[in-house]
């Protein structure tokens, strides 16, 4: 079993930036692939970033791609979200999530286990 926990969500002002991280708790981060999704009010669950196991390869949503960096620090078991030029658009629940799965990450489906969210939100 895997437990993740997020933090550093809050409230930012629209061209601000935040930094999203992800503890993990129970097995080692190295073993999985790592992704983050959000969750707006009324809207379904969206895939906004993934890093690979050994982080060598990044996947982003093209609504955050160039703004959001994800990175991963495996000896301290943290995956970290870096969001810069925030819009409102990007207000939402923002959750991390572990992969066992080689290929898909942009998928909630493939993700074995969730953290329970950060709230980010952006204001005008």
């Known amino acids: 079993q895997v437990r993740l926990v997020e933090s550093g969500g809050g409230l930012v002002q629209a061209g601000g930036s935040l930094r999203l991280s992800c503890a993990a708790s129970g097995r080692t981060l190295s073993s999985f692939a790592m992704g983050w999704f959000r969750q707006a009010p009324g809207k379904e669950r969206q895939f906004v970033s993934a890093?690979?196991?050994?982080?060598?390869?990044?996947y982003y949503s093209g609504s955050v791609k160039g703004r959001f960096t994800i990175s991963r620090a495996d000896a301290q078991n943290l995956v970290f979200l870096e969001m810069n030029s925030l819009n409102p658009e990007d207000t939402a629940v923002y959750y991390c999530a572990a992969s066992t799965r080689p290929y898909g990450f942009s998928s909630a489906a493939v993700y074995d286990y969730w953290g329970q969210g950060t709230q980010v939100t952006v204001s005008t």
């Open positions: 890093v690979s196991r050994n982080g060598g390869a990044t």
